[in-house]
């Protein structure tokens, strides 16, 4: 995903669909079938790519879980993977 700060501006059709501009797709990684997320706050609509924003929102719903669950570093993690894969063999 590009940084560069752009405006940019599409007429709304009469069904109220909007073509995204290549500049903008290309800004934000949507390509031909994907989807994307309308953010409303404060007046303002954020057009964001849906499956970033998934991540995003999951990344947030998780925060702490990991070391809830005891882990603490990717070691940790690693050790849980092996001794798991030690089991199934047993």
């Known amino acids: 995903m ?3 700060a752009f405006a940019n501006d599409a ?3 009469s069904k109220g669909q ?4 290549k500049n903008v797709r290309l800004a934000l ?11 409303v706050e404060d007046g303002n609509v954020r057009v964001v790519n849906s499956a970033i924003y ?10 702490g879980e990991a070391e ?7 070691e940790d ?5 092996t001794n798991s894969r030690r089991k199934e063999i047993l």
């Open 77 to 81: 993690v690693a050790d849980w993977i």
């Open 54 to 63: 998934a991540l995003m929102k999951f990344q947030e719903t998780m925060t």
């Open 68 to 74: 809830k669950a005891g882990f603490f570093s990717e």
């Open 2 to 4: 590009s940084n560069v």
């Open 18 to 21: 909007v073509t995204i501009p």
């Open 11 to 13: 007429r709304v059709m």
């Open 29 to 39: 990684g949507i390509n031909t079938g994907d989807r994307v997320t309308f953010i």
